[in-house]
């Protein structure tokens, strides 16, 4: 079965300094990986996808990810947090069939 | 282009009772997909629907059903509700051409919130 696991519930950064949000995943064959984020009251949005490409994906405002095979990881990171940055954050495998399988979340505190 | 729409926005409703919720597709997506989001949890996989059939099915009991119409819109109906199904519902629509292509993209409405008490 395929499935991930976000390394961290919580994660706290200043304002102007590196993201990391930690997420390996478990596959039995080459993953499809995604990250979305979702702010309060929002639908989810899709950050970057991992298709078997490119191991360094590059998502929507200054996320990337990169694909560890050896590690089985998918780390989000983004070069400086901006407060907009503040959510929850989603590993996500494509799992059996048409599913989805998502992560338990990371939640991104951003501070001055 | 609208983007994926659900009504109702907030529900309550009693335990026993039975709910329908909507969602309205993307433009031009032909699949609706439907998750449960617990508080602090991640999204849980329900089932998907593609053209008007069950199309896969997650770990959920069959008082979770649903519909897809011609114009892929689709309903989520919940039979006698019980105390844990408080979750906020989300839906997804996407673009399907079987077979299916690594990483296709699902699209996410904002939820309905669910209160059962």
């Known amino acids: 079965a395929q499935s991930v696991t976000q390394l961290d519930s919580h994660v706290s950064v200043s304002e102007g300094t590196p993201v990391l949000l930690r997420c390996n995943y478990s596959?039995?064959?080459?993953?499809?990986l995604f990250w979305y984020v979702q702010h309060p009251n929002k639908g989810l949005q899709l950050l970057l996808k991992?298709?078997?490409?490119?191991?360094l994906v590059k998502g929507i405002n200054g996320f990337e990810a990169e694909f560890k095979k050896s590690e089985t990881s998918f780390h989000l990171t983004k070069p400086s947090a901006h407060m907009s940055d503040a959510a929850e954050y989603f590993c996500?495998?494509?799992?059996?069939?048409?599913?989805?399988?998502f992560g338990k979340g990371t939640s991104l505190l951003v501070t001055p | 282009e609208t983007g994926v729409t659900q009504s109702p926005t907030h529900l309550i409703k009693t335990r026993g009772q039975q709910v329908t919720l909507r969602c309205s597709s993307q433009?031009?997506?032909?699949?609706v997909s439907w998750y449960q989001q617990a508080l602090g949890q991640g999204p849980q996989f329900i089932f998907q629907?593609?053209?008007?059939?069950?199309?896969g099915r997650g770990n959920f009991p069959p008082r979770f059903s649903g519909l897809q119409f011609p114009n892929y819109s689709s309903e989520l109906n919940v039979n006698a509700l019980e105390l844990d199904d408080s979750a906020l519902y989300l839906c997804?629509?996407?673009?399907?051409?079987?077979?299916?292509?690594?990483?296709?993209?699902?699209?996410f409405g904002p939820g309905t919130r669910l209160t059962v008490l």
């Open positions: 997804a629509s996407s673009l399907l051409h079987p077979p299916i292509k690594r990483g296709y993209e699902q699209f």
């Open positions: 596959s039995s064959y080459s993953p499809s």
């Open positions: 991992y298709t078997s490409a490119a191991t």
């Open positions: 996500v495998v494509k799992g059996r069939g048409y599913a989805l399988n």
């Open positions: 433009s031009g997506h032909n699949t």
């Open positions: 629907y593609y053209r008007e059939e069950e199309n």
